[in-house]
């Protein structure tokens, strides 16, 4: 019986393929006309050399080492040529985007955000202790590039700076401790006198008589409670001094740190621009700064001119511990806006201690001096540091010092800076061309 006539329709030879042409149905290659034609995989690898491919088995891929597992095409069937679709297989179609789908992509958003939250809030204390370390080596690294251009490597720049940060917190020890614990022991030889006088008191006496205080104070003093108290007080300032030790520790090795390794943080973060804009974001960031370490050195020095002029006049005064009472003045002045007043008030209550005429003397002395400062000093030292107005420093303090105390309100003003160094570089720019 003669065979039904058919169209044959030859099919080329695959590249990698070799085979004589077979005979296809008219009406199967017209199936396959609305089929998408396969696309080539990309091949990741450079092209292979002659001698390569001569050494390539037939049948084999170039690139492509003997016996390693076939690529599979759409279809799912083994494929050996270098024209496999995907390598992995065909992915699975994406999920439904349903109601149950979306909220539990927002539940688990919102668990995220708070558990970010939380670890933010429980580590704290060691995000400001890395901000200061920071900002401290920011401030630093102007004095050790000076260094630099005098000839020394950087690493021993950093060395003499970082001693000199060292003998001045040994500095301040050893002016602080000394008067602190002489007085601590005055005060508690002191003791019997003062109880003695108050017992001699005509008033201390009617209240004795009316609610039986001393013999209340005996009874407390016998039952133990008093010995509990000055114990768990003890363990405390122990507790107290151990952690702000610990913590002055972290932080000079954190500014070590952050100093030597400035320079690759730098480029490491211009990274992370396009190409094409790292010369204009290079020259903000190295004005931002510029302006950080101004506005440190600016600071230090007007705390030393705060605290060298304090201890000439105390020590002019007659004032006990001169030097101790003048280091108080220099670190407190070194906080923006309050500092300088709660370090007067600290001095003039211990002058008035002393004697009423040399607490009169401080307060003149420092009403004087805070007008001397916030019109001559202050403008003079911090105009080639820190554009801000005076208006925004203020503001600017007030939410630093709400949110991380003094350490804010210190790092407010030149954080306030770099802000308006970008608006005014980035911002204002581009609203310009619109």
């Given at each position: 019986m003669p065979e039904p006539a058919t169209d044959a329709v030859p099919v080329p030879d695959v590249p990698g393929r070799p085979g004589a042409a077979r005979a296809m149905p008219a009406d199967a290659a017209e199936a396959t006309d609305i089929l998408p034609a396969a696309v080539p995989y990309p091949s990741r690898t450079a092209p292979p050399s002659p001698?390569?491919?001569?050494a390539s088995r037939p049948g084999s891929p170039a690139g492509r080492a003997p016996g390693a597992p076939a690529r599979t095409a759409v279809d799912g069937s083994a494929d050996h040529g270098e024209d496999a679709v995907l390598p992995y297989g065909v992915p699975g179609k994406p999920l439904a985007r349903g109601p149950f789908l979306w909220g539990l992509t927002a539940a688990l958003g919102v668990l995220t955000a708070w558990a970010l939250a939380q670890a933010l809030i429980s580590s704290r204390s060691v995000i400001v202790l890395i901000v200061v370390a920071a900002f401290l080596a920011v401030g630093l690294n102007p004095v050790v590039e000076i260094l630099q251009r005098r000839g020394l490597p950087r690493?021993?720049?950093?060395?003499i700076v970082f001693l000199g940060v060292i003998a001045l917190f040994v500095l301040f020890g050893l002016a602080i401790v000394p008067p602190v614990s002489q007085e601590s022991s005055d005060f508690v030889s002191a003791v019997p006198g003062y109880v003695e006088s108050l017992m001699a008191n005509p008033t201390i006496k009617q209240l004795d008589t009316d609610y039986q205080i001393i013999a209340n104070i005996q009874t407390y003093i016998t039952s133990g409670g008093l010995g509990a108290t000055v114990a768990g007080g003890i363990l405390g300032a122990g507790a107290v001094v151990l952690d702000a030790f610990f913590s002055g520790f972290t932080l000079?090795?954190?500014t070590l740190y952050f100093l030597g390794s400035l320079p690759v943080i730098k480029e490491y973060l211009l990274l992370l621009v396009p190409a094409s804009r790292r010369p204009r974001t290079r020259a903000i960031g190295d004005e931002i700064l510029s302006g950080i370490g101004g506005y440190v050195a600016g600071n230090v020095?007007?705390?030393v001119i705060a605290g060298g002029l304090s201890w000439l006049f105390l020590t002019i005064a007659g004032a006990k511990y001169a030097l101790a009472l003048a280091l108080?003045?220099?670190?407190?002045d070194l906080i923006p806006l309050v500092g300088a007043t709660v370090g007067a008030v600290l001095v003039?209550?211990?002058?008035?201690l002393q004697s009423g005429t040399l607490g009169i003397a401080c307060v003149i002395f420092f009403v004087v001096y805070q007008q001397i400062e916030n019109y001559v000093i202050y403008p003079?030292?911090?105009?080639?540091?820190?554009d801000v107005a005076p208006a925004v420093s203020v503001i600017a303090a007030l939410f630093g010092g709400a949110l991380l105390g003094a350490v804010g309100a210190l790092l407010a003003i030149p954080v306030a800076a770099a802000v308006a160094l970008i608006v005014r570089e980035v911002v204002l720019p581009r609203q310009a061309q619109l």
């Open positions: 001698g390569h491919q001569a690493r021993w720049a950093i060395s000079l090795v954190l020095l007007i705390s108080v003045v220099a670190v407190t003039s209550a211990v002058g008035f003079r030292v911090m105009s080639r540091s820190v």
